[in-house]
């Protein structure tokens, strides 16, 4: 099982990646981590040169509600969309809680949402609800 | 004409034995700017003004910075190409001198165009590197950060040989801000002061972040010094720069001001020439102009009365520890190429210098730190690095791998150690 993890054009921090690509394996997961700063290109070419069971996108600075919007929309043109489970996490709007608007916006695109206190812990229960499935298929 | 303030300013005040504190600090506009910049100025104490650059002008989205400029949005800094050198220089009329000299601050990769503006608008001091600001933040590859680099300082070699003495500070005593053992900070700190000294820089500065002990920093500190003492020309004016503790900060006032002021006492006993301080916003927001000035003053009035009560045995252990492996590294890469560009660029691809946990392509990322049941930072694997250890110093011995939760508890170390309750004391 194969997980894309990536930040977004403008987030330069790294913790969270290095983080998330820990936490990943150890739940089973081969991690491509794109690193920061990702251009919406790397990503594209990350989903499709890797065929990830899932894209994970993980961000603190803010702007996750505006730039993730460019990347799904990215995907979705390109035909990219409905072949991967998208799921995105972190501090997402600079105002800190996003509005109920912003969480249907990205509700949307992504096939998970998960900010604030409990955030981790719904990934992972979302992680491992998923995968589940899935394995038993393989 | 400037004759290099910034380099006067702290051979004077290292003379009279005072610490310098200098705030972070950049706003959006010409007149906030200058405001924030008098303020400072005025606070009292012996100080150094900072413009800090926008995020847009960091990664070189030149356009971006106008356009926010221009729509009236939010800027994170100081969009110092965007406003342009003679309105730069318009700004900083009569408050930028020999009394208050003044620094940029900024991230980027790839400066030349900033470094070219802010030498047009007069400004003799700014920071970075061809590592420290590539490796950390950027996608930039080390090759291409180090040409950029190179090109930079000759031009502050270029002015400083026109009258206007230039200085530059290396960042490398702050690699990712947290979780970097100090043998590997002092090493880059001493690379990238010999790839600015090869390049011409005459004046430098060689940073160390506060980590997770006091007195494992106070031995970096040392080592720091005495390896520049070995290493850079004898020609080169140089001091060292702390930063106080550049992690995830504590979120109580009384936290965050004590880990302020343990700073100021490690620049103290250090014997550093500046201190850049943080303030008690800084876990939740960039911080206001008067939370920078109360923390300028706290670092100072703590500077002029700090304790050099520490523990000098252990000091003395843990220097011989640190100088070891930093001079090991040091020489490990110098002999990879006579060019020192070269050389680091090699040691980097090869693994001999590696940065645990950064994710930057040119880097290695095999070496893993931890913090050890002392509070010291440590190697829990050295990766491709050379070491004389006969072991990485991981609990039981072993290299061993660092796993989610054990990462998480160490970025939090200080924020842990400093918000909780002071302890009842015995009598109590």
Redesign the interface.
């Known amino acids: 099982m194969k997980v894309v993890l990536s930040s977004i054009p403008s987030d330069s921090h790294t913790w969270n990646l290095v983080y998330m690509q820990l936490l990943l394996e150890e739940m089973g997961y081969e991690v491509v981590n794109l690193g920061s700063c990702t251009p919406v290109e790397d990503i594209i070419s990350g989903v499709r040169d890797h065929q990830p069971d899932a894209l994970v996108i993980s961000t603190v600075n803010g702007h996750g509600v505006a730039e993730s919007a460019k990347i799904a929309g990215q995907l979705h043109s390109l035909g990219l969309a409905d072949d991967v489970p998208k799921l995105i996490g972190g501090n997402l709007a600079t105002t800190g809680s996003l509005t109920p608007e912003q969480v249907s916006c990205l509700r949307a695109s992504f096939d998970g949402v998960f900010t604030g206190e409990r955030a981790v812990d719904d990934f992972i229960a979302f992680m491992n609800r998923s995968s589940r499935p899935h394995q038993a298929a393989n | 004409m400037n004759p290099g303030y910034f380099t006067q300013f702290v051979k004077e005040r290292q003379a009279e034995g005072r610490l310098i504190v200098q705030p972070r600090m950049g706003f959006g506009g010409l007149e906030e700017m200058r405001a924030g910049l008098e303020r400072v100025k005025q606070c009292g104490v012996p100080v150094i003004g900072t413009i800090t650059i926008d ?1 847009f002008t960091r ?1 070189n989205r030149y356009e971006d910075a106008a356009y926010a400029l221009r729509d009236g949005h939010h800027l994170n800094g100081f969009p110092l190409i965007t406003h342009g050198a003679q309105a730069t220089a318009a700004m900083l009329e009569g408050l930028q001198g020999p009394g208050f000299p003044v620094q940029v601050r900024h991230g980027t990769a790839l400066p030349q165009a900033l470094f070219r503006a802010l030498l047009d608008s007069g400004i003799d001091a700014t920071e970075g590197g061809p590592v420290s600001y590539c490796l ?4 930039v590859p080390l090759r291409q950060a180090i040409a950029a680099w190179a090109e930079c300082c000759e031009m502050l070699a270029e002015r400083s040989g026109r009258g206007m003495v230039c200085h530059l500070e290396s960042f490398a005593g702050c690699m ?1 801000g947290q979780l970097c053992p100090p043998s590997l900070l002092v090493a880059l700190g001493i690379l990238e002061g010999l790839f600015f000294a090869a390049h011409g820089v005459c004046s430098l500065s060689l940073s160390f972040a506060q980590g997770t002990s006091l007195v494992q920093d106070i031995a970096a500190l040392r080592v720091l010094r005495r390896l520049a003492e070995e290493f850079l020309p004898s020609d080169i004016d140089w001091h060292i720069v702390v930063y106080c503790f550049m992690g995830l900060f504590p979120r109580t006032l009384e936290g965050a001001q004590a880990l302020l002021r343990e700073s100021a006492r490690l620049a103290k006993i250090g014997g550093a020439g500046r201190l850049i301080v943080k303030t008690p916003a800084e876990a939740h927001r960039i911080p206001t102009v008067e939370e920078n000035l109360d923390s300028l003053r706290l670092a100072y009035d703590v500077s002029e009365n700090a304790s050099y009560l520490f523990d000098q045995t252990e000091a003395n252990t843990l220097f011989a520890e640190i100088y070891d492996h930093a001079r090991l590294l040091t020489e490990a890469t110098l002999e990879l190429h006579t060019g020192i560009g070269e050389a680091i660029h090699q040691a980097f691809i090869t693994g001999r210098l590696d940065v645990p ?5 040119d880097n290695a990322n095999r070496s893993r730190s931890i913090i050890d049941p002392r509070g010291y930072l440590q190697w829990a694997s050295f990766g491709g690095m050379p070491h004389r250890a006969t072991r990485a110093s991981g609990p039981g011995g072993a290299q061993h791998a ?3 939760a054990a ?2 508890e160490m ?1 939090s170390f200080n924020q842990r150690k400093y918000d909780a309750p002071p302890r009842p004391t015995a009598c109590e």
């Open positions: 995020s990664v950390p933040y950027s996608r990712l946990y950064c994710l930057h392509r660092v796993g989610s990462l998480l970025l």
